[in-house]
């Protein structure tokens, strides 16, 4: 089964294309957005902790190595429905990435729903609770988020079958979004708003208000949260950008790291407590 999230093929572009084009992306942003959104001191704290996370996040890289192998062994023996590779023998390159790319936006706005339900939140609350969101935010994710987007991942694109280059390639192009979606830019996209997701759009996701909890969940593709119920059109709202509400704080890593474990055992100990994200329930859609 060749299985086109294989992080051994697609390690040296994790590494060095991801990262450099990342960089470029979230450096130009930062001069075009504004230096001011950077330079105070709780907001470099606050990326330095961003940048911890997604150090820390490659150590168990090694075990996802060995987990996806297992999936992939278990996938295959079991006889699990997936698509022949002959299906992809004859689309071209560039059709095959944009495949991969609308196949990947996807899974990542169901895992981003399912992740603003009860128990997803202690996970998710970490990259939320970021109190100056930039392009560095998008790094800012707990390990269990991680496996749960694998998890994901790994069914759907698995099933797919997609070769691995074009798979590899929409891979750059989600990442690369995910940083611009994140950047201190309030940009809008006209008419196409409703269909490729801006930093307007997904900053105010960001928000800690009622409104924009469980909505804007797509990361590039803006047209899942239409089709899905959950498109807001971002009004203004008097919130700052964190997770504050939730007990989450924004520059302790040491405490971000343990969050979903404490917060998980005060759910089994109350379980009738509140949390700040309820389940994710289609909200209406609002004309910008």
């Known amino acids: 089964m060749e299985f086109s999230l294989?992080?051994?093929?697609?390690?040296?572009?994790?590494?060095?294309?991801?990262?450099?084009?990342?960089?470029?992306?979230?450096?130009?942003?930062?001069?075009v957005?504004?230096?001011?959104?950077?330079?105070?001191?709780?907001?470099?704290?606050?990326s330095g902790v961003s940048v911890l996370f997604w150090l820390t996040n490659l150590l168990p890289l090694p075990w996802l190595v060995l987990a996806t192998a297992g999936?992939?062994?278990?996938?295959?023996?079991?006889?699990?429905?997936?698509?022949?590779?002959?299906?992809?023998?004859d689309v071209p390159f560039v059709l095959l990435v944009v495949i991969a790319f609308v196949a990947k936006e996807f899974w990542l706005y169901w895992s981003?729903?399912?992740l603003h339900s009860r128990w997803g939140w202690p996970i998710h609350g970490i990259h939320h609770s970021d109190t100056h969101v930039n392009g560095l935010t998008q790094w800012r994710v707990h390990l269990l988020e991680a496996v749960v987007m694998r998890l994901f991942a790994l069914v759907m694109i698995g099933w797919m079958g997609?070769?691995?280059?074009?798979?590899?390639?929409?891979?750059?192009?989600?990442?690369?979004?995910a940083a611009y979606v994140h950047s201190p830019l309030d940009w809008d996209h006209g008419p196409l708003r409703m269909v490729i997701a801006s930093?307007?759009?997904?900053?105010?996701?960001?928000?800690?208000?009622?409104?924009?909890?469980?909505?804007?969940?797509?990361?590039?593709?803006?047209?899942?949260?239409?089709?899905?119920?959950?498109?807001?059109?971002?009004?203004?709202?008097?919130?700052?950008m964190e997770a504050k509400s939730a007990g989450v704080p924004d520059t302790d890593f040491v405490a971000l790291w343990m969050y979903p474990f404490r917060e998980w055992a005060r759910m089994i100990r109350e379980p009738t407590g509140g949390e700040r994200a309820p389940e994710a329930t289609p909200t209406p859609l609002e004309e910008a």
């Open 33 to 46: 957005g504004g230096v001011r959104a950077w330079v105070s001191r709780n907001a470099l704290a606050n």
């Open 112 to 114: 981003h729903r399912w």
């Open 162 to 177: 997609l070769p691995p280059a074009p798979a590899a390639a929409s891979t750059l192009a989600v990442l690369v979004h």
């Open 199 to 240: 930093p307007r759009f997904h900053r105010w996701h960001h928000l800690d208000a009622e409104p924009a909890y469980n909505a804007n969940l797509a990361n590039a593709l803006s047209i899942y949260d239409w089709l899905f119920g959950t498109y807001r059109a971002p009004e203004h709202l008097d919130a700052p």
């Open 71 to 89: 999936f992939m062994m278990a996938y295959e023996a079991l006889g699990l429905p997936r698509l022949p590779s002959s299906v992809w023998e």
């Open 6 to 31: 294989d992080p051994m093929r697609l390690w040296g572009l994790l590494s060095f294309n991801v990262i450099v084009g990342t960089v470029a992306v979230t450096l130009l942003v930062a001069l």
